[in-house]
């Protein structure tokens, strides 16, 4: 089966920087060349799927400017079907990545057209899975949640209080391990909490029910592997594998896309996550 799947949420154009370590309050550190690469949360989860193998639709905004077309042209690449991404007044929103050589980042993500995403009702009641962001307004959200009748993904990032009317809507809650304390642990339905190279949990009504070990690698750049694994999962999910497997696919797919530099660029294939879970018995 191949799943057709929605994601409503954020395009953001990437200025990334590499240092030897990332800043203090106050401090001033120089970096290397700066580059720019597509991304936002809801972009960078609808490549990652794609990848996966499923039909992947994006509802998103963008301005009309250079940085736009730069991140509707690698979404297009990658085979996500941008027809349900709006041309709006208001600039692309932008994201300053900076990169420890170590891998590890801080990013800080402006205001733009992620504020005028408009839901395609049609659209996400067909989907089988539909996943949504917290770098659009939850206004937005909360629409998604309405019309969707697949499943629907939350990932609560970055985080902000639940309400009670989209805690309602949620089929499955996709957190870091941050993100889950502040929280307040949500125990209702499917919860999955990633802890980077650690070991990632689902609770089922607050009981564990599955758990995985990402698989060690000498990562490169974090950027995008968080949206990566929600990529992964839910495309997995979605087709009707175990909450069990599909967990072990997206550890699979998010170690491997902090092989490269790229919140997009670097993440995986489909054959790839197969060929890696082989040699490694997975």
Request: hydrophobic residues 45%; proline residues 4%; contains cysteine.
């Amino acid at each position: 089966m191949t799943p057709r799947i929605a994601v409503v949420g954020s395009i953001n154009a990437d200025l990334v920087v590499q240092m030897p370590r990332l800043p203090g309050r106050g401090e001033t550190v120089s970096s290397s060349e700066p580059k720019w690469f597509p991304g936002g949360k809801g972009a960078n989860q609808a490549v990652a799927a794609a990848r996966m193998g499923a039909e992947v639709f994006m509802v998103g905004a963008v301005g009309n400017d250079a940085p736009g077309n730069m991140c509707l042209t690698a979404l297009a690449e990658s085979g996500v079907t941008t027809d349900y991404v709006a041309k709006v007044s208001a600039a692309t929103s932008t994201a300053l990545v900076m990169v420890e050589h170590s891998g590890e980042n801080q990013i800080v993500v402006t205001d733009g057209a992620n504020n005028f995403v408009e839901v395609d009702s049609d659209l996400v009641s067909q989907a089988d899975a539909v996943v949504v962001q917290f770098e659009i307004p939850e206004s937005v959200i909360i629409a998604a949640g309405k019309s969707a009748n697949g499943i629907f993904c939350v990932n609560a990032a970055p985080v902000r209080e639940i309400s009670d009317e989209l805690a309602n809507l949620i089929d499955v809650l996709i957190v870091n391990e941050h993100e889950f304390s502040q929280l307040g642990s949500p125990a209702n339905g499917l919860v999955i909490v990633t802890a980077g190279d650690k070991e990632v949990v689902a609770y089922q009504d607050g009981e564990i029910v599955a758990t995985a070990q990402p698989p060690r690698v000498d990562a490169l750049d974090t950027v995008g592997a968080g949206d990566t694994f929600v990529g992964a999962f839910i495309v997995a999910y979605a087709s009707g594998a175990s909450v069990s497997d599909s967990l072990h696919r997206a550890c699979a797919a998010s170690a491997l896309s902090t092989l490269k530099l790229g919140a997009q660029s670097g993440m995986p294939t489909e054959i790839e996550v197969n060929e890696f879970l082989s040699s490694r018995n997975i």
